[in-house]
């Protein structure tokens, strides 16, 4: 049987990326295998999807659970960081779901070890960054089976001090929509621009009318473009060209109207520069919306103990916010600072093992 920071270890060392965590649930089983064996429980391992699995675990007779989510997968960010558990190829837990991880088996070995009375589902679930796991964990149809009363998760943030929790009433992570527009022109020589169709152009154009939609200042919205490319040689009109972002907002529905707008804009630009577009929508997250009554609970559970600051929502995306949408929930924010904010996402992030301890501590009180 491995302690949660021993499998930290393991679990940073092998970051998968979405839909591809086969070693992190065979580490993840074979840990949980241990600990079954060690305390002779007898729980169900269910597996609704290829990669993930939940823990069903069930002492009380009645159909009435609560659900506690990890996320999986990593990033492909290469790490930074020169630690004796360094990840061994190109990706990186550099969010912080190896915590994730190891938190949520920490309150399974609590929960084993203290044969707690209490109906629990332990969701170690895929594909958070980017393809809405939590999403499709749900259309799979697995909770269809349980009464689920309640549901929490939590993620680590050097935002924050360690220890610290921050959470919000309503609206705590932003809806996130991965967004691409192409661009398809027609190649030409740059001498011979009027027998082009200039993909770079309309790019551009489109680039620039952004700035044009004007903000609605209490219904926040964040287009942010991570990539944008077009064109290959220096004296040849572009034929393609491509942007990649990310659409934030405080409702799916508020996204939705701006993607109309966008639509407009695309379609002008095609009419003036005859550059046809495509859009393509990647995952499209909903908010994710802390239930009052289990926000009102939380406070009374756990303020006494943890600092917790209400920080209001922030612009991040979490597939949590499916899983909110089903099942009265809450989410927080579990700070890890210690001395310098680096970042989520950052290749040099890596908060402190003892943060794994906290954060059983917290779900502890919430069983
Ligand atoms: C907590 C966090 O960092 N979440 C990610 C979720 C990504 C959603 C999706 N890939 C997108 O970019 O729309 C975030 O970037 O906020």
């Known amino acids: 049987m491995i302690s949660p920071i021993e499998l930290r270890y ?167 929509v991965e967004i691409d527009i192409e661009f398809f022109g027609k190649n030409s020589h740059i001498a011979f621009p009027q027998d082009g169709k200039n993909a770079l152009n309309a790019l551009r154009m489109f680039l620039d009318s952004l700035e044009k939609i004007p903000n609605d200042p209490v219904k926040p919205l964040i287009y942010g473009i991570g990539k944008a490319y077009s064109g290959e040689v220096r004296n040849v009109i572009p034929a393609y060209g491509k942007i990649e972002g990310s659409i934030r907002s405080l409702s799916l529905d508020h996204t939705k109207e701006y993607i109309n707008k966008l639509e407009k804009i695309l379609n002008s630009i095609k009419e003036m520069l005859d550059v046809d577009y495509k859009i393509t929508l990647g995952s499209q997250y909903k908010e994710v919306v802390n239930d009052e009554k289990v926000y009102k ?51 040099d992030f890596l908060p402190d093992d003892d943060v794994i301890n906290i954060g059983i501590d917290i779900f502890k009180k919430l069983c």
């Open 10 to 176: 393991i679990l940073h060392q092998n970051p998968e990326l979405g839909f591809k965590e086969f070693k992190t649930t065979q580490i993840l089983e074979n840990a949980i295998n241990k600990l079954k064996e060690h305390y002779n429980i007898n729980v169900e391992i269910l597996k609704p999807l290829e990669t993930g699995l939940i823990i069903k675990y069930q002492p009380v007779e009645k159909n009435e659970f609560v659900l506690f989510r990890s996320d999986i997968d990593a990033l492909p960010i290469k790490e930074k960081n020169n630690i004796d558990f360094k990840s061994k190829n190109e990706n990186m837990h550099a969010c912080g779901h190896d915590i994730h991880m190891s938190i949520l088996y920490g309150l399974i070995k609590y929960a084993f070890e203290n044969k707690i009375q209490k109906n629990i589902l332990f969701l170690f679930q895929p594909a958070e960054e980017g393809g809405g796991g939590a999403k499709k964990v749900i259309d799979s149809g697995i909770f269809n089976n349980f009464n689920i009363i309640k549901a929490y998760a939590l993620h680590v943030t050097d935002e924050y001090e360690k220890g610290v929790i921050a959470t919000s009433k309503g609206v705590l992570f932003a809806s996130a």
């Open 297 to 347: 609970e939380f406070l009374e559970k756990i303020e006494n103990k943890y600092k917790i600051i209400d920080c209001g929502y922030k612009m991040t995306g979490e597939d949590f916010g499916f899983i909110a949408e089903k099942y009265p929930a809450l989410m927080f924010w579990l700070g890890t600072k210690t001395n310098k904010k680096v970042g989520l996402h950052s290749p």
